[in-house]
């Protein structure tokens, strides 16, 4: 069975150092660069499964860099190291395509849940039962294999969360998806940083949507999310 490979692009040489020989002895391989640029330049021919990016670094900055893999790859798993708190630089992180958001100092056993609930496909929930495959939600048409959103002839590819999180929303269509179960889900914990990050997404869902005007979703307060169709 071929390792779980991460690409790690972490500046500070002695978390660095815990990070790659925590995640290799856990059975990941690990590619480690010290900037931007560097991880930029690798990510082609390495194809990691999963990038850990520190968010301050010299040459190119964490979100710069995600930003360029953005553009030529939309669905690698992508998580944030940083000491930033502010709410404006954890939501910029969710917008410009990160994945999940890790403030330091963080537990390696923190990082590795995350990493593992971001692997897993975790588009399964006990109220309804869809094929799993494919789905029509208002006019379009949803595949959760592929990821497409399609409506006529517009094809709009998903991010992997994305494609979960919507997911999740047409198996409990008008019903309440719980909140905190989408974040354990799919996030793995329930916390604030996670729950920004799924503000960000349904805002998302709701604009890829937004060309048939029979589709809502609702925010009912303190409890979770509504998928409505006509």
Not at 40 to 56: A, H, R
Not at 143 to 152: A, F, H, I, P, R
Request: with cysteine; proline share 3%; net charge neutral.
């Amino acid at each position: 069975m071929e390792k779980i490979k991460i690409l790690l692009a972490e500046d500070e040489p002695f978390l660095a150092r815990i990070v790659k020989e925590s995640l290799e002895s856990r059975g990941f391989e690990v590619m480690h660069v010290d900037n931007g640029t560097k991880a930029l330049s690798l990510f082609g021919d390495y194809k990691p499964d999963v990038c850990v990016f520190d968010v301050t670094m010299p040459e190119m900055d964490g979100f710069s860099l995600t930003k360029d893999i953005r553009k030529i790859n939309s669905e690698v798993p992508i998580i944030f190291l940083t000491a930033r708190s502010l709410t404006e630089d954890v939501v910029n992180g969710f917008e410009i395509g990160g994945n999940d958001y890790l403030k330091k100092p963080f537990s390696m056993e923190e990082l590795i849940v995350r990493i593992n609930s971001l692997l897993r496909l975790p588009l399964k929930n006990s109220q309804h039962h869809h094929d799993g495959l494919k789905c029509t939600v208002g006019e379009y048409y949803f595949n959760s294999v592929t990821q497409d959103l399609s409506k006529e002839n517009k094809v709009v590819k998903l991010s992997f969360r994305e494609s979960s999180l919507l997911k999740l929303l047409i198996e409990n269509k008008n019903d309440v998806l719980s909140r905190k179960i989408a974040l354990e889900l799919l996030w793995g914990v329930d916390n604030f940083f996670n729950a920004r990050s799924m503000d960000v997404f349904i805002t998302k869902l709701r604009k890829h949507l937004k060309d048939d005007p029979g589709i809502q979703i609702v925010n009912i307060r303190g409890i979770g999310y509504k998928l409505i169709t006509d």
